[in-house]
């Protein structure tokens, strides 16, 4: 499950995408989040309860289950985001945040082991990797929830992709959880899965288009100065009014487990 990546261009990418993230100040809810509906129907969550936040981003997820009554440690190894989840914070005390990169992360030194009710991993790239899909099982004592891009068409990194000759998303991400839940499964666990189709939006000015682009595609792949340029040559063409508009139709796909049996022995 581990495939080429570059923590610095992924870092840029993601710093660059802390402004469009922070925009939305709604918290999810279970009528409107699938993530948010799977923690509270099967009762993951509560007061006292200790959460886990991988990539946090801007700590939208850790402040809606802070409100439920759980104290949340949300993680991120980018510092933007993290500083647009602080400025959200507002006084709440039950959420606490720190810049570390869950793959660096040594769950001994930090006293982590077995030490939360919940990990969650919503929507990031922090878990990619055998082990790093694994620590979350060490870091829980009772539940771990996975939530993965896949099957996922986009209308402008798809071309770019082809143009860098880099591997679409759609085939990494799709082979990556079908390996995730076959881990999961050797390891002894027995994780559910859900699906759900969705369509994302974005609109960028052409000038941080070309950056996080360049970004996101450098994340996976060495770039050549040829296809840098080709990529900034293909983004202005599609510029509108100065703009790169991008639709992506995407299945989000979600394992969670439990780490504990009935009986509440550890597997």
């Known amino acids: 499950m581990q495939q080429f990546h570059d923590t610095d261009s992924s870092r840029a990418f993601w710093d660059a995408m802390a402004s469009s993230f922070s925009k939305d100040s709604t918290l999810p809810d279970i009528q409107h989040d699938r993530t948010m509906k799977l923690i509270m129907e099967n009762q993951m969550i509560g007061p006292d309860r200790k959460i886990l936040d991988i990539g946090c981003g801007t700590g939208r997820h850790a402040f809606a289950l ?59 790239p922090a878990v990619s990797s055998d082990e790093t899909l ?60 859900t699906y759900e189709k969705q369509i994302w939006h974005s609109c960028e000015p052409i000038i941080k288009a070309i950056r996080m682009y360049t970004d996101r595609i450098a994340s996976k792949k060495e770039l050549s100065k040829d296809q840098q340029d080709h990529i900034v040559d293909y983004l202005q063409s599609i510029a509108v009014n100065g703009q790169v ?7 989000v796909a979600t394992l969670y487990w439990q780490v504990i049996d009935e009986k509440g022995r550890r597997l």
């Open 134 to 193: 694994l620590k979350m099982c060490q870091a829980s004592k009772n539940w771990c929830l996975i939530a993965k891009p896949t099957r996922r068409i986009n209308s402008v990194l798809d071309p770019l992709l082809e143009i860098s000759e880099t591997q679409r998303d759609r085939t990494a991400l799709d082979e990556s959880f079908v390996h995730m839940f076959d881990l999961l499964w050797a390891s002894g666990y027995c994780p559910n899965i």
């Open 66 to 124: 802070a409100q439920e009554g759980a104290t949340v440690t949300g993680i991120d190894f980018s510092s933007k985001m993290l500083a647009a989840a602080e400025s959200k914070r507002k006084g709440m005390t039950d959420v606490s945040f720190s810049l570390l990169d869950w793959s660096q992360i040594d769950l001994d030194h930090e006293g982590w082991n077995h030490c939360f009710d919940l990990v969650l991993a919503n929507m990031t």
């Open 245 to 251: 508009e991008e639709e992506t139709h995407v299945t």
